[in-house]
């Protein structure tokens, strides 16, 4: 009997080999290379994964867009969680992740582009404070903000990293200058979770910009709920005004010092909570600890910039030689020459969600 034509598609459609699925043994072992900051080997494994025909689910496209943001390719690993955003807009947990990858990839754009603009890197890099009452404001307009904007749509979303991105957001908002956003964020995120390491960072961050308006007469005032969160008691107090409360200087830093404290606990691996240490200790007058936090992080990242920055401000501040900051600017041209840009991460660590 004769075969059609329509019967003759249908026969050779139902002999197609169906869509290859991913790997998983690649998949699980660029994962562990990821974990293990082999970006170039996670990057070879799935770029292999893609060159046998295989359609990349979320997973494999959410780490490449990961391994991308890592090797600080910004624009590629951008596109790549703004399709994934607009892929799994109705999938929960993944949309979660991929905007919080998008935001933490703005994030890392912008420090790139901006640095830090905390109060306290503003007060050791000798610029001068503006404002009366309130906190300076960051002169870039646009700087941080696609952070904030992508963080602050995804949190009346999230149900499973709450916590982790009001810690991030609350950075994002400590680089604007908006301080009282980034204590309400923060809190609200140290409430949520204990475990998480980069909540007791950023707030100890906070709380060092805190202490350098104190210290440049530009006091920033708690209100009584923040006080008692942070565990402050009546004799902290210098004077009340109105509903917040204004609070001896030394309070803030031995705020930082102790959110920073159970930061260690919880991740002694992390640089960026011993160049905050060294700060802390510093302007505390504590000479051994400020030594042993400043050797831990030298054997840690002894090329870092935000590292030789710390450093150098130290050395000025405790009247060092001209040989001394000579070198140490010398030093900082060289690493700022030659670097890859990757002292960022020492700012606050690349927490993507895998």
Sequence with gaps: MAISSRQKTVKKSAKRKPEKAPNRRSLILAELSYQRGEIGKTMQLLKRMRSDSVTPGFKEENLYGCS???????????????????????????????????????????LLEYGDQTVTKQAMTGQVLIGQDSPPMVN???????????????LPKTKHYRNIVLAFLAYAFLLRGDLQK???????????????YISYYVAAKIFLDFYFLTDDGISFTLPPESFQFFNCNKDDVLKEEEDRLRVFSDVYIRTAQDLLAEALKKNPNAPELYISMIICTYCFGQDEELQRYLNDAEAM??????????????????SGSPGDIKVLLNRLKEVGEGSSNSHVFHLIAPYYLI
């Design 68 to 110: 991308l943001g890592l090797g600080l390719e910004i624009k590629k690993s951008t596109r790549v969680f703004e399709k994934l955003s607009r892929k799994f807009r109705k999938s929960g947990l993944y949309y979660e992740k991929a905007r919080f990858n998008l935001g933490l990839v703005h994030l890392y754009r912008d």
């Design 140 to 154: 870039y307009q646009k700087a941080f903000q696609d952070s904030i904007d992508v963080w602050s749509e995804l």
């Design 182 to 196: 980034a204590l309400d964020a923060i809190q609200e995120s140290l409430s949520l979770s204990k475990s998480f």
């Design 301 to 318: 990242i002894p090329e870092s910039k935000v590292l030789l920055d710390t450093v150098y401000w130290l050395v000025r501040e405790s």
